[in-house]
């Protein structure tokens, strides 16, 4: 637990690495190159490289280049004296870089989520929603975020069939998504040395891809997730797989707008996360900065809504792509209970749905959004000055204020049903204005009157814990670089999970 933040490490990976650590072993205890050593050393060696490549575990293959070299240097040939202190070093060194692999292989183990526990197990399957109606991108200045014919999305579903160990990371885009995550993610040093995430490339969940949908009669409700900021579908597989397993159908939006370390595209191109905007903030153009946040948003609701007319459609007519997999839908969404999600921009995306098109909406369930990042409508629509009258705190429009002057659209945000939570982290800096949002919860002036709309903060959470980041990371690392917080990840998990389930069980009676 202190290591791992309650993941498990593949057995399979645990005994390769075992087998590697002690063909080291062997081939160091033998003071001569003799061909039984060359013979272990070659097994192990081609062990490694096979199953996990040069980079995939890294913690061993790079103490194995130099510790190679060493053994090959037992065949020089020296006189006895200086042969006898020649090959003390030579079997000193290949102790430490054998004591070094198995420590960095303790500490960066492959791991798999943990098992997801409901009446159902989890099918996935990953296609190219087309789009009819929406305008994507119609109102964002970037080429980076050009217009699309398709939304890439991860769709899972409930299924009777037993599932199987599937790439925690798409493995066509594995390599890049980690090396975009740390170019982002990492401090300057580390920025350029993806592979030291690769080990997430070995990384497993419990899925079964192109399941057949579960034969329970009843159809299923459909939440719609958005990402956050440096994220993707796969990212957030723990919260939406629990979902799926409770019954509902999720589908996870890859968005277009930049914020996505990578996705691959319709046409085969390969889409990398945007480094251009973030430099708008380093450099001091706060303001400016936000505001191409905002329009960015514009796009992710277009997404977002043509991915939710995607699967209405999906409920009375089948999808030639999702057929070739025997997958049909129809009649087994309950359209009626369209619940958005999301977490960070991917919160503020869901909550600007609301004010967009509330007759796409049951309910909005928001971890952590980034209220800042809402287009002036939605802001305004969440912060309704009548809402606010009487509070101790107040809103002023956030960064830069409003452009936008008023808005002639008579929906609200709080025409809907709101789960809003924060994490302790946001809550000690009062980002997203979430004191502001609290107080309208406690004199019920949150979401619709009447209704089951909630607010809550998970104590001693930090903001990445809302997406498996954390969870994919060790424990000590993981607090090392302020990522989570003094709670185990898991657990902080699965009472995001829980509180995410009880309100969705609530709006649904």
């Known amino acids: 637990m202190v290591l791992w933040g309650g993941l498990r490490p593949i057995l399979s990976r645990v005994l390769l690495d075992s087998a590697a650590l002690f063909g080291l072993s062997v081939s160091a205890g033998t003071s001569e190159c003799t061909r039984k050593n060359t013979v272990v050393l070659g097994l192990t060696y081609i062990g490694t490289f096979v199953s996990a490549g040069p980079t995939n575990r890294w913690t061993l293959t790079l103490p194995m280049v130099p510790f190679l070299f060493l053994q090959l240097t037992r065949r020089l040939s020296l006189s006895k004296k200086g042969g006898c202190w020649f090959h003390r070093i030579v079997d000193g060194l290949s102790l430490l870089l054998i004591v070094s692999a198995a420590t960095l292989s303790i500490l960066f183990p492959a791991v798999e989520l943990p098992a997801i526990k409901g009446p159902y197990n989890v099918g996935v399957v990953d296609f190219f929603m087309p789009i009819e109606s929406s305008n994507i991108a119609g109102s964002v200045s970037r080429e980076t975020c050009a217009s699309s014919s398709h939304v890439s999305v991860r769709l899972l579903y409930p299924t009777n069939e037993k599932p ?8 066509d885009i594995a390599a890049d998504y980690c090396q975009q995550f740390m170019s982002f993610g990492a401090p300057p040093p580390l920025k350029t040395f993806g592979w030291l995430l690769h080990t997430w490339r070995l990384a497993r969940m419990q899925a079964k ?46 968005h277009q707008d930049g914020s996505a370390p990578v996705i691959r595209q319709r046409d085969g191109n390969i889409k990398l996360y945007d480094h251009e905007l973030p430099k708008l903030w380093a450099g001091g153009n706060h303001v400016e900065y936000v505001r191409e946040r905002r329009a960015r948003t514009d796009l992710r609701v277009d997404e ?31 359209i009626d209970q369209t619940f958005f999600m999301g977490h960070s921009f991917g919160g503020a995306t869901a909550l600007s749905v609301a004010k967009r098109r509330p007759d796409l909406v049951k309910s909005v369930i928001a971890h952590e959004p980034a209220v800042d990042w809402m287009p002036d409508d939605a802001r305004r629509s969440l912060f309704d000055l009548k809402r606010l009258e009487g509070l101790s705190t107040n809103f002023t429009g956030g960064t830069g204020g409003f452009l936008v002057e008023s808005s002639d659209s008579e929906s609200s ?5 709101l789960l809003i939570l924060f994490s302790g982290e946001w809550r000690s800096k009062k980002w997203g204005w979430n004191h502001v949002l609290e107080e309208m919860h406690q004199e019920a002036r949150l979401g619709r009157e009447g ?28 607090r090392l670089t302020n990522i989570t917080g003094p709670r185990s990840p898991l657990s902080t998990a699965k009472e995001i999970h829980e509180r995410t389930l009880v309100f969705m069980q609530k709006v649904n009676l």
């Not at 034969?215 to 799926?244: C, K, N, R, W």
């Not at 945000?413 to 049903?417: A, E, N, S, T």
């Open 164 to 171: 199987v160990r599937i790439p925690f990371l798409r493995p």
């Open 209 to 254: 891809p192109h399941a057949s949908l579960s034969d329970h009669p009843d159809a299923f409700p459909l939440v719609l997730f958005s990402h956050g900021l440096g994220g993707t579908a796969e990212i957030y597989s723990y919260q939406t797989m629990s979902l799926v397993a409770h019954g509902h159908i999720v589908l996870a939006v890859n």
């Open 304 to 334: 977002l809504v043509a991915a939710a007319e995607g699967m209405h459609r999906l409920n009375e007519s089948d999808l030639a792509e999702l057929l070739l997999f025997g997958l049909s839908f129809r009649d087994r969404i309950q």
């Open 413 to 417: 945000i709080h025409d809907v049903d």
């Open 451 to 478: 209704g089951y709309s909630s607010f809550a903060f998970i104590d001693d959470a930090h903001h990445t814990e809302f997406s498996d980041t954390s969870m994919m990371l060790p424990l000590w690392l993981a």
